[in-house]
């Protein structure tokens, strides 16, 4: 299947500081990617979708001023979380899309990051 | 209501029994339907998804749709060791957009 690259694996950072997490589609172009947050024993949900080109929409309640994210190219996405606090201390995966309009089978998972915020 | 829920566990069973997953969601719009793994500190992987109302079988997988009950399933055969991590039902919505359950936590004890 379509290998999509998440880096880094996991961070660690002082309160205040900014993160960058990136997301790569390895062999495929995609078109849209998705970003998750993931706390303990709870369920994915979704932060925003990011389409190649323009302004991620984000879901409600998710502050796009302190998450920034940028889908400059076809293979590239990346989600900042700006002056984290640990509050934002979370496992953060990236999703991509093969195709647009492509039935969500076609939905591949980065390897995740666990950012933890001191 | 959640839209998409599942009982968190865990559900433990013993090696080589069956283990039965359940969820259930809200929009009755949904479509489309997913079972995903995912082991501690990794990300999910697709295991089955189902659109029609039936069955539907891969290999030691079995995912079960009722549409008119609101309810997915999935059944694991011959459950493996292997098989232990946390399972998560995923239904995409109108938007196109997955929405995701809390997941189960499965123990299979050898």
């Known amino acids: 299947g379509a290998v999509v690259s998440q880096h880094p694996s996991w961070v660690i950072c002082k309160s205040g500081t900014s993160v960058k997490i990136e997301c790569r589609s390895l062999?495929?172009?995609?078109?849209?990617m998705f970003w998750y947050r993931q706390f303990p024993k709870q369920s994915l949900m979704l932060m925003a979708t990011?389409?190649?080109?323009?302004?991620?929409?984000?879901e409600q309640g998710v502050e796009k001023d302190k998450f920034l994210i940028n889908h400059a190219s076809l293979t590239l996405s990346t989600l900042t979380v700006t002056s984290a606090h640990p509050e934002d201390s979370s496992f953060y995966i990236c999703?991509?899309?093969?195709?647009?309009?492509?039935?969500?089978?076609?939905?591949?998972f980065g390897s995740g990051t666990q950012l933890s915020v001191l | 209501q959640k839209e998409v829920e599942q009982n968190s566990g865990p559900l433990s069973v013993p090696e080589g029994a069956i283990a039965s997953l359940n969820c259930t969601y809200s929009?009755?719009?949904?479509?489309?339907f997913f079972w995903y793994r995912q082991y501690s500190g990794k990300s999910p992987e697709l295991i089955m998804f189902?659109?029609?109302?039936g069955d539907k079988e891969d290999g030691r997988f079995t995912a079960q749709l009722n549409k008119a009950s609101q309810y997915v399933s999935l059944l694991i055969r011959d459950s493996q060791p292997s098989d232990s991590a946390t399972y998560l039902c995923?239904?995409?919505?109108?938007?196109?957009?997955?929405?995701f359950g809390q997941g189960t936590t499965l123990q299979v004890k050898p």
């Open positions: 999703s991509a899309r093969v195709s647009p309009g492509q039935l969500n089978e076609k939905l591949f």
């Open positions: 062999d495929f172009q995609a078109t849209t």
């Open positions: 990011s389409n190649e080109g323009s302004k991620a929409t984000y």
């Open positions: 929009d009755r719009g949904s479509q489309s």
């Open positions: 189902i659109y029609s109302n």
């Open positions: 995923a239904v995409e919505g109108n938007t196109g957009k997955l929405i």
